[in-house]
């Protein structure tokens, strides 16, 4: 049927999806895979991407999305937070007098048509993270202090709001300034649990990308702490830079969304910002490994999610993917860009095939999907 994704062959875990070393429901910053499985994973994008259209009233830019499934939500249904404004371009935000950006939220039942819910919950704010620990949602944003449409002047801090159930939040907390090498920008920030302690990867400096007037995050770096809500130490270098002779970042780090594996690797899903010879900007999305979070592998690999040229897209951007036991899924929703200068930003789906788990009755094949039962 048009707009289904067929079931993962061999992907499909017992209802619900348990720690079988703790006794608990895995938290969805968890991956219930291995990292071998989540770097051979191949990502079919839905048929009726994208999916979530900016709103018409905040011009053309719904971007950076987070998430939770239904498992992890006080309703039992999706959520999806984004930020919503103009596009980047001056010529744009002067001719449409677009509004700041802001976060919004959605709500769906599937996942695939979502509803918005009317609610801003940070004004001038974009880059959003939602983490679930406990009773209690975090929701980590860039909040952003100067903007001058067409410049490197995009300056921001990350803060924080927490709920208990997603409908009342906090007052902001702040969370992280920038440091001086880092250029008077912080953001794009990801949670997840080290050793006990808490690594925040967050992008920091600034690219500026002469062809799209606007800039995009030039490295990315760690703050670790013993305490989700802070105060976090950042570490004096970054973990992630580009260099030109990297052919999938040599412009800029971009963004990455870390998460644990059940073998004890970090992934990291990072879009990167890269150019080609005789060609423009572009972004797309890798796989890249970690035992630390400090030192990472997999930078030489292929990217996995590019730009649809068929729908004119030229970026694909920020992601967050995440284990959903309602469809038995392992789902990624991403933002993509049509065009440079003057561009629209809008939020697709991809869904993670495991093709080398090919034939679980004779038990040839490469590895197999893990599963996991009360304790």
Known sequence: MPGEISPLPGATLKEPVYDSREGKRFEPQTLPFTKEQLVRAEWLKHPDNPLILPLPHTANYLAD????????TPDGKYHLIAPAGPDLNPVRLVKERAVPPK??????EDGIKWDFTGKTLVEGATRPYLFHEGDTYYLFYSQVTRFVPGTKYLDSHIKMISSKDMQTWSEPTEILRPSKDQNNVVGNPSIVKVNGRYQMHHSGGKA???????????SIY????DNVQGPYTLRDKPVITPTDGDPHMNV?????KVYNTIDGYLVGFQNTIFKRKRFKT???IKVIWSKDGIMWEGQENEHVITPDRSKHQTFAYACDVRWDEKSGELRMYYNTRRGRSLGVEEISLAVAQFPHEIDRQSGEGAIEVPIFEAA
Do not use: R
């Open 65 to 72: 999305p987070t998430w939770l499934p239904p498992s992890h």
């Open 103 to 108: 976060l919004v939220e959605f709500t769906s």
């Open 208 to 218: 500026y990308l002469t062809d799209c007037l606007f800039t995009e995050p030039e």
């Open 222 to 225: 760690v703050a670790e702490s």
């Open 252 to 256: 800029g780090a971009g963004s990455i």
């Open 282 to 284: 572009e972004s797309a």
